[in-house]
């Protein structure tokens, strides 16, 4: 099992400047972790940051997007999955934070936490790609490879709580947070990095 | 006497009002002429999903990419999507434009009358939800689509467009 603020730190270190899409308690750790105007909270309701990342990345193509997704999110809206594979943007890239529980809403777990796969859900679905990890050591050493590969791809964190983050709800519906992503987006499309 | 709106018309009225974009699952009401030509246009990007709160999420996401978007569905799914609507189209305020068949609508009723409770509730909710709406029958409301279409964008803010009948 992987601490998750780890996790993200491992991932931010590769993933610095980028379109990310965040829900929940990976959001409240990511927006401390790697606070940016590229940051999108703003899914507004459960289940659906996947399918805003599909739109992201669909009209943003020469950006990589990333989600940050949770367990129970995902299983709101597993269709997506499906939506995804068959539009197949390269640039799509899928975090699964697995812990099997609803964790800001009591703990309560998730239906089918002994035996659910999200990674083979994701093959399933058509993903080109989909990874699973529970050892840091091994996550840090891929992700930068995962990172280079072509999308859709999935990756399934198994992770457990690790330093306390506040729940900051007003960042994460504020009128402000979506200006900031919306004039920063922008920007970014009227001058790309350059890699 | 007014003629029944078309089809043809229909997408026209789209591609006036700019749109690139069409996010659908299929709807009894508008399937024949109206979303197979087009899945098959390449004037527009055709998204299929599988469940159509998915849509609502895509809209909004692909407007910060400064593209026009539409969501293609029917009235059942609009009111499954009820919660996606309210807080990223109405609560959020970004243009989420969607159009809306309405399955076992009475040619001869006004949608507000309706003796099916799915379809006669639509306009009270829109109204709760303060969701712009409008009903398009005849060839003389095709304007209207792209009237509101473009209010959305300008104003960044959602409508629903409901087609009670199908379309010639």
């Not at chain 1, 750790?29 to 805003?52: E, V």
């Not at chain 2, 099916?116 to 409008?134: F, Q, T, V």
Request: glycine letters at 6%.
């Amino acid at each position: 099992m992987m601490k998750r603020d780890q996790a993200l730190q491992a991932l931010a270190r590769h993933y610095q400047d980028g379109i990310a899409v965040a829900v929940y308690q990976t959001a409240f750790d990511w927006m401390h972790i790697r606070p940016h105007d590229l940051n999108y909270f703003c899914t507004g309701a459960m289940g659906q940051a996947s399918s805003h990342g599909l739109g992201l990345a669909l009209g943003a193509p020469d950006e990589k997007v990333i989600v940050l997704d949770g367990d129970g999110s995902l299983l709101m809206n597993l269709g997506s999955l499906v939506t995804v594979a068959n539009m197949a943007p390269r640039n799509f890239f899928h975090f699964v934070s697995q812990n099997n529980m609803y964790e800001v809403n009591g703990k309560i777990p998730i239906p089918g936490a002994a035996s659910i796969n999200f990674d083979h859900m994701a093959i399933a679905a058509g993903y080109r790609h989909a990874f699973s990890f529970d050892d840091i050591g091994q996550f840090n050493s891929e992700i930068k490879g995962i990172l280079e590969l072509e999308g859709p791809v999935l990756v399934c964190m198994h992770i457990e709580p690790g330093d306390f983050y506040p729940l900051d709800y007003v960042t994460l519906h504020s009128e402000e947070t979506r200006v900031k992503f919306r004039n920063a987006l922008k920007s970014r499309l009227q001058s790309p990095l350059q890699e | 006497m007014t003629l029944p709106i078309k089809g043809a018309s229909i997408i026209k009225a789209f591609e006036d009002a700019g749109i690139q974009s069409v996010v659908a699952l299929p709807d009894i009401v508008t399937c024949d002429t109206v979303l197979w030509p087009l899945s098959s246009n390449p004037n527009f990007m055709f998204i299929p999903v599988c469940k159509e709160d998915e849509g609502v999420s895509i809209c909004a996401s692909l407007s910060y990419c400064g593209q026009r978007a539409l969501l293609l569905i029917q009235h059942t799914g609009f009111l499954d999507s009820i919660n996606a609507i309210r807080a990223i189209a109405v609560e959020y305020q970004l243009p989420v434009v969607m159009v809306v068949g309405l399955q076992g609508s009475d040619p001869d009723t006004h949608p507000n009358q309706s003796k099916s409770i799915g379809i006669r509730a639509l306009g009270p909710i829109c109204d709760a939800l303060e969701l712009r709406h409008a009903f398009v029958k005849d060839e003389e409301s095709a304007i209207s689509i792209v009237e509101m279409i473009e209010a959305a964008y300008e104003n960044s803010s959602p409508c629903a467009i409901f087609v009670p009948n199908p379309p010639v």
